[in-house]
């Protein structure tokens, strides 16, 4: 026998054992490994969001309709700025949920239309911020027109 006969006789061999797949692996049958199943994972924020709703639904809170914005105040002079929120509130325990796209956004955004929903310390608050706006900018003035007449002084004569 020669070299290529043995071989062609070994991938013979091989193909009658294995069914015709000479260099290839089993597929399936007794002693093969299972497959492992891909599953899908939940997304986690439809997890929170149905858990959500089950507390609020223990709560007993109902929902408000008819409420255009909400403004939440905070420390720093910013103001969360809700536009047509859903707002729920549960009375009994003094909870209210107020739900949507919010925008943080700074107290002169929304000046001349929240002034009435202000607190008389948020009030007092602002009205020092513009004070020492106000001063700011008066002692930008003064510098402005300082450096005015210093600059008139550096500017070299033309010569022809």
Same mark, same amino acid.
Do not use: C, W
């Given at each position: 026998?020669?070299?290529?006969? +043995?071989? /062609?006789?070994?991938k013979? $061999?091989?193909?009658?054992?294995f069914?015709g797949?000479?260099?290839? /692996?089993?597929?399936?049958?007794?002693? %093969?490994?299972?497959? &492992?199943? #891909?599953?899908?994972?939940?997304?986690?924020?439809?997890?929170?969001?149905?858990?959500?709703?089950?507390? &609020?639904?223990?709560?007993?809170?109902?929902?408000? !309709?008819?409420?255009?914005?909400? =403004?939440?105040?905070?420390?720093?002079? #910013? @103001?969360i700025?809700? &536009?047509? !929120? #859903?707002?729920q509130?549960?009375?009994? /325990? =003094?909870?209210?949920?107020? *739900?949507?796209?919010?925008? %943080?956004?700074?107290?002169?955004t929304?000046?001349?239309?929240?002034? *009435?929903? +202000?607190?008389?310390? $948020?009030?007092? %608050?602002?009205?020092?911020? $513009?004070q020492? $706006?106000?001063?700011?900018?008066? =002692?930008?003035?003064a510098?402005?027109? /300082?450096?005015?007449? *210093?600059?008139?002084?550096?500017? !070299?004569?033309? @010569?022809?």
């Amino acid at each position: 026998m020669t070299e290529t006969e +043995m071989e /062609a006789a070994r991938k013979a $061999m091989i193909a009658k054992r294995f069914g015709g797949k000479a260099g290839g /692996a089993k597929m399936g049958g007794k002693g %093969t490994m299972r497959r &492992v199943k #891909k599953t899908a994972s939940k997304s986690s924020a439809g997890e929170t969001d149905r858990k959500l709703q089950g507390v &609020v639904k223990k709560l007993g809170a109902t929902n408000i !309709p008819g409420i255009e914005e909400v =403004n939440l105040f905070k420390e720093d002079g #910013k @103001v969360i700025h809700f &536009v047509n !929120p #859903k707002v729920q509130a549960s009375i009994a /325990a =003094n909870t209210y949920i107020i *739900s949507g796209n919010a925008d %943080t956004v700074g107290l002169e955004t929304l000046l001349p239309g929240v002034v *009435s929903q +202000m607190g008389p310390e $948020m009030i007092q %608050t602002l009205q020092q911020q $513009m004070q020492a $706006m106000t001063g700011m900018a008066g =002692n930008a003035n003064a510098n402005a027109d /300082a450096d005015d007449d *210093s600059d008139d002084d550096d500017v !070299p004569d033309l @010569v022809e």
